[in-house]
Nanobody, 123 residues
Framework: QLQLVESGGGLVQPGGSLRLSCVAAGGTLDYYSIAWFRQAPGKEREEVSC????????KYSDSVKGRFTISRDNAKKTVYLQLSRMKPEDTGVYYC????????????????WGQGTQVTVSS
């Protein structure tokens, strides 16, 4: 069974950068589209980015477009999320999730989830 493990979270000042990693164990990422979600305290979970399995095309929420970059390295079984020009509102727990859908879609069922990594943006 596919397992996902996130890492790379931490405390960063506004304007700073982080790189999150999502590593797969127990399987390959080749056939999965991978999304990053985040959840801030008291708020609903939000999908921030997704990279497809078909052609590695990517999508971003309006709140992170132009600041975050998603990428995948199937050989390393890893999906990355580069966070740049960070804002306090980027604070939250970031989760990666996998779907068997070949394209990123808000309707795709995400069957596998990681445990999350905390990101805090504060001065």
């Amino acid at each position: 069974q596919l397992q996902l493990v996130e890492s790379g979270g931490g405390l960063v000042q506004p304007g700073g950068s982080l790189r999150l990693s999502c590593v797969a164990a127990g399987g390959t990422l080749d056939y999965y589209s991978i999304a990053w979600f985040r959840q801030a305290p008291g708020k609903e979970r939000e999908e921030v980015s997704c990279v497809s399995s078909s052609d590695s095309s990517s999508k971003y929420s309006d709140s992170v477009k132009g600041r975050f970059t998603i990428s995948r390295d199937n050989a390393k079984k890893t999906v990355y999320l580069q966070l740049s020009r960070m804002k306090p509102e980027d604070t939250g727990v970031y989760y990666c999730a996998a779907t068997g859908a070949v394209w990123c879609s808000p309707y795709a069922p995400y069957d596998y989830w990681g445990q999350g990594t905390q990101v805090t943006v504060s001065s």
